[in-house]
């Protein structure tokens, strides 16, 4: 029998591609995605569409409101950056499309689904290289969430113990995108752009959209998506 894992899925390029990786790795996933208030709502309908087309035993999307808090671009009333180059972005600070302490929270939610499914896996689709410099994306914030998950479950001190698998953490864009493509992964499903119009369609200037459009050209390939401002 196969294992059982839980993967956050949040219909982006990366989670995309992690789902598909646990898929190839033998485990039977249990995809978990969220509805937290996001400007960008349209990702959970590019979850949808990866659930069914990768193939999960179950998909739950959380409902959970972090406009409460708001402090976000993409959950608060600021304008989400835009620029016309990744050479543009800020580096060495924590960009303003951070969502204060957004990973902590999913990881929480994602413990618990694990442990009522009986998974002693989770996966998360987080990168250290090609990243926007979000705090919890960081390798040493995982390590750390993981030794603590085993602290705070009955898995962790009856069982067999959670792992927290990030199988992108040392990828470059690029290199999760060649990845994917050898997983068959159809990447015209996914949504990435932090502020996508009325249609879905996605900027082609946010952090999100520049990485992933830099990501596609060096990995030689074109991204199947169609872009506001015909990047693709």
Do not use: W
């Not at 990768?54 to 950056?81: E, K, M, Q, W, Y």
Request: aromatic share 8%; with cysteine; hydrophobic share 40%.
């Amino acid at each position: 029998m196969s294992p059982s894992a839980v993967v956050l899925l949040s219909g982006g390029l990366d989670s995309t591609t992690v789902l598909a990786f646990a898929k190839a790795e033998g485990y039977e996933p249990f995809a978990l995605s969220f509805r937290y208030g996001q400007r960008h709502e349209v990702e959970l309908d590019a979850a949808r569409s990866v659930a069914e087309a990768v193939g999960v035993v179950r998909h739950v999307v959380c409902d959970i409101d972090l406009r409460t808090f708001g402090g976000s671009a993409l959950t608060d009333n600021i304008d989400v950056p835009k620029h016309s180059s990744v050479d543009e972005l800020p580096v060495d600070e924590v960009p303003i499309t951070y969502v204060p302490a957004r990973n902590t929270v999913f990881l929480s939610f994602a413990l618990a689904y694990a442990e009522v499914v009986g998974a002693t896996d989770i996966f998360i689709g987080v990168s250290a290289l090609d990243y926007s410099g979000y705090p919890d994306c960081r390798p040493e914030f995982i390590s750390a969430y993981e030794r603590m998950a085993n602290l705070a479950t009955k898995a962790g001190v009856e069982g067999a113990g959670l792992r927290i698998h990030t199988p992108l953490i040392d990828l470059s864009k690029a290199q999760t995108i060649e990845m994917g493509m050898q997983l068959g992964v159809d990447y015209s499903l996914t949504s990435s752009c932090y502020d996508p119009d009325s249609q879905g369609r996605p900027c082609g200037q946010c952090d999100s959209c520049l990485l992933r459009l830099r990501g596609f050209a060096e990995a030689g390939l074109a991204d199947p998506l169609l872009y506001q401002v015909g990047k693709s």
